[in-house]
């Protein structure tokens, strides 16, 4: 069973930089798969944040892309979010998922997804 | 990037009822699309990939359908536990991108 768990700080200030981790269990992230992060502000819609594979290559959201970074370490299984210059507006929870794709004509993965991690960005 | 527009953005029925939603696509996106079921507090759940299959698990009384712009999440027949909001997401191409959501309430 793929089991996914965010981590991190859940009050960051205001102009600093928000990272979180999000810890994979029950499937090498090494095998395939683009991982992703997903925020929901508080009372709000889903928004798509970015996702990576295990080879690095990265999509981002155009409208965050500037403050943005994600990373991966095959070697401990969990990928990573840095999120700089954090508003208020960036209070959220806080997803990551496995994002999915088409492979050999089979729609694989866009299935499993961590609890969620709220972020309040605050002073 | 591709914009997914949800209607209704919220809806009030009863249990026994059949419902349906449904997403739009500002371009085509083949089947390329998921539906999800969230309640308050949760992670959202996946209840239909690939616009049309339904994921292990989760009660007949929901389907999907569509391809190219235009998709639909039926619940044939409304039990309490499926008051809840609702979600489509395109896997077409990245940007990923979400609807705007539909809010199910209990009449």
């Known amino acids: 069973q793929v089991q996914l768990q965010e981590s991190g700080p859940g009050l960051v200030k205001p102009s600093e930089t928000l990272s979180l981790t999000c810890a994979v269990s029950?499937?090498?992230?090494?095998?395939?798969?683009?991982w992703g992060w997903v925020r929901q502000p508080p009372g709000k819609g889903l928004e798509w944040i970015g996702s990576i594979y295990q080879s690095g290559i990265t999509y981002y959201n155009p409208s965050l892309q500037s403050r943005v970074t994600l990373s991966v370490d095959t070697s401990k299984n969990q990928f990573s979010l840095k999120l700089s210059s954090v508003t208020a507006a960036d209070t959220a929870v806080y997803y990551c998922a496995r994002d999915g794709h088409y492979y050999d004509g089979r729609f694989l993965g866009g299935d499993y997804w961590g609890p969620g991690t709220l972020v309040t960005v605050s002073s | 990037a591709i914009q997914l527009t949800q209607s209704p953005s919220s809806l009030s029925a009863s249990v026994g009822d059949r419902v349906t939603i449904t997403c739009r696509a500002s371009?085509?996106?083949?089947?390329?699309l998921a539906w999800y079921q969230q309640k308050p507090g949760r992670a959202p759940k996946v209840l239909i990939r690939?616009?049309?299959n339904l994921e292990s698990g989760v009660p007949s009384r929901f389907s999907g359908s569509g391809s190219g712009t235009d998709f639909t999440l039926t619940i044939s027949s409304l039990q309490p536990e499926d008051f809840a909001a609702y979600y489509c997401?395109?896997?077409?191409?990245?940007?990923?991108?979400f609807g705007q959501g539909t809010k199910l309430e209990i009449k």
């Open positions: 997401q395109q896997f077409n191409s990245y940007p990923r991108t």
């Open positions: 690939d616009a049309s």
């Open positions: 029950g499937y090498p992230i090494s095998t395939g798969y683009f």
């Open positions: 371009q085509g996106i083949s089947s390329a």
